[in-house]
């Protein structure tokens, strides 16, 4: 409790310089797809093996899937400014859908569900490079 | 003179982990020691990885993937430094 009354010190990255990117995002992107084809593509666990590395890529899926969310949620909050409204006037709604797919990346297994958060972060990582012009 | 403060972020991981308090004194920081630093308006903790002349102190964070640092704010001097760690207390 009383921690949150202290002074902070920042051990950031994104801020303060004001760095941001949207290879991270897409990048993790393509790990849950990754991840979702090696998953479907184990068949029957009938090792320990296999069973390692069934659950190591369901773990490595659900974690990029949150650095998905995460990285949204830095742009959307720290990045994109009320400006850029006048710009992007849907900005809000496409980066709650955004987030919102990425979590269906999270809790599913499906090439569907990566295809469709895909299409969405590369939608993002032009509007992000089209802010900059 | 001393400072205790709340660490937000991830640049210092492992040494520093979101929600560790660090315990800071008013002194000259060598190389290797965990310093609290004001960049630009903002109190930022990193490690002393370098002091040049004239008295530039070159800080970096352990986590060098998730870290801004004095490879994109330059070496600071050290007016800018605050304190450094002597005491840090875990938040697990």
């Not at chain 1, 069973?51 to 742009?75: G, P, S």
């Not at chain 2, 609290?36 to 002349?53: H, L, P």
Request: aromatic letters at 10%; proline letters at 4%; a positive charge.
């Amino acid at each position: 409790m009383l921690r949150n009354f202290l002074k902070p010190v920042y051990a950031h990255c994104d801020l303060p310089c004001g760095i941001y990117e949207t290879d991270t995002m897409t990048h993790a992107t393509a790990t849950c797809a990754k991840m979702v084809e090696k998953i479907l593509s184990y068949g029957e666990i009938d090792s320990t093996e296999k069973n390692n590395n069934f659950i190591r890529a369901i773990q490595i899926k659900e974690e990029h899937a949150q650095k998905v969310k995460d990285q949204l949620y830095i742009l959307w909050s720290d990045y994109f400014k009320p400006e850029h409204l006048e710009k992007f006037p849907d900005l809000h709604t496409i980066f709650w859908q955004t987030v919102k797919q990425a979590s269906a990346v999270k809790q599913h297994v499906s090439e569907e569900e990566c295809q469709k958060l895909t299409v969405m972060v590369e939608k993002i990582a032009a509007m992000f490079a089209d802010s900059k012009k | 003179m001393f400072f205790l403060r709340r660490v937000v972020g991830a640049s210092m991981e492992p040494s520093l982990y979101e929600k560790d308090l660090v315990f800071a004194v008013r002194k000259k920081p060598k190389v290797g020691d965990i310093v609290i630093a004001n960049v630009n308006d903002r109190e930022v903790v990193k490690r002393v990885t370098k002091i040049g002349s004239p008295a530039l102190y070159t800080l970096l964070g352990d986590n060098e993937q998730a870290s801004t640092d004095s490879r994109s704010f330059g070496a600071v001097p050290y007016s800018s430094l605050i304190g450094v760690v002597i005491k840090t207390f875990k938040a697990k």
